[in-house]
C-alpha cells in the first residue's frame, strides 16, 4: 500500500534551535517528492520538489534531502515565523500521497 | 499573478442542504483536484480532473459530486448524502500526471454544517 509518514507529529523548538522532520514513504514509482508549509486556515504553500536520491534544496533557513526511503526537512537556526505545519507528499504520476503533517512551534 | 482562488472563504449550512464551493485557477494547468483536510489527517482526495469535461473519484467520493465544463474551473458540490460535511476544504491544480510538477493550492473553504 502507497503511504507516508510524517514524525514527530509536534515540535517545539526555541528560536534558533535547528532540528529535522521526517518524511518517510513507500510508493511504486516515485515521481517527485514535495514539501509543504501551511498556516492555519490556509492552503499548503510549496516549498520544494525533490526527484532522486541524494538531491537537497535549500531555501532561507530550510534544506529538504532525499533518500530512497524518506525525506529530511532541516530548520537551521528557526525563527518564530517559522511556525506552522509542514507537509510531505509523493507523486506516482496522477496520485498525491500526503503525510499527516508536522506540526512546529518556535519559541522566542 | 496567476492562483487559485476558492470561494467563499467561510460556508454554514443546514443539514440537508446541497452546497457548492467554488474553484478558480488562471495558471493554465490541465489537471484540478479536491481535497478534505480534518484535524489530524492527511489531506483526503474526493475527486480529480486531468482534461476538461472528465474527472475520477477519489478515495472518498461519496457525498460529493463535481464537475469540470471549463479548464479555469471545478466546482465542487457537497450533497445531503456526505455524512460528516463539516471540514475544511482544499482545491489544488498543475500539470497532467506523469509531470512531476507540485501541486499548487487555493486559501480553502471552511464548510460547517449543522
Known amino acids: 500500500e502507497d503511504q507516508v509518514t510524517q514524525s514527530p507529529e509536534a515540535l517545539r523548538l526555541q528560536e534558533g534551535e535547528s532540528s529535522s522532520l521526517n518524511c518517510s514513504y513507500t510508493?511504486?514509482?516515485?515521481?517527485?517528492l514535495f514539501w509543504y508549509r501551511q498556516d492555519p486556515g490556509k492552503g499548503p504553500e510549496f516549498l520544494f520538489t525533490?526527484?532522486?536520491a541524494g538531491e537537497e534544496k535549500e531555501k532561507e533557513r530550510l534544506k529538504a534531502t532525499l533518500t530512497k526511503k524518506e525525506s529530511f526537512l532541516h530548520i537551521t537556526a528557526p525563527k518564530p515565523e517559522d511556525s506552522a505545519t509542514y507537509l510531505c507528499?509523493?507523486?506516482?504520476?496522477?496520485?498525491?500521497?500526503f503525510g499527516t503533517g508536522t506540526s512546529l512551534t518556535v519559541i522566542p | 499573478d496567476g492562483g487559485i482562488t476558492q470561494s467563499p472563504k467561510y460556508l454554514f449550512r443546514k443539514e440537508g442542504q446541497n452546497v457548492t464551493l467554488s474553484c478558480e485557477q488562471n495558471?493554465?494547468?490541465?489537471?484540478m483536484y479536491w481535497y478534505r483536510q480534518d484535524p489530524g489527517q492527511g489531506l483526503r482526495l474526493i475527486y480529480y480532473?486531468?482534461?476538461?469535461?472528465?474527472?475520477q473519484k477519489g478515495d472518498i467520493a461519496e457525498g460529493y459530486s463535481v464537475s469540470r465544463e471549463k479548464k479555469e474551473s471545478f466546482p465542487l458540490t457537497v450533497t445531503s448524502a456526505q455524512k460528516n460535511p463539516t471540514a475544511f476544504y482544499l482545491c489544488?491544480?498543475?500539470?497532467?500526471?506523469?509531470?512531476?510538477?507540485?501541486?499548487?493550492f487555493g486559501n480553502g473553504t471552511r464548510l460547517t454544517v449543522t
Open positions: 489544488a491544480s498543475t500539470y497532467p500526471g506523469g509531470s512531476n510538477s507540485p501541486l499548487h
Open positions: 525533490l526527484y532522486s
Open positions: 507528499a509523493a507523486n506516482t504520476g496522477n496520485q498525491f500521497y
Open positions: 495558471l493554465n494547468h490541465d489537471a
Open positions: 510508493v511504486s514509482g516515485l515521481r517527485g
Open positions: 480532473s486531468q482534461i476538461v469535461n472528465d474527472f
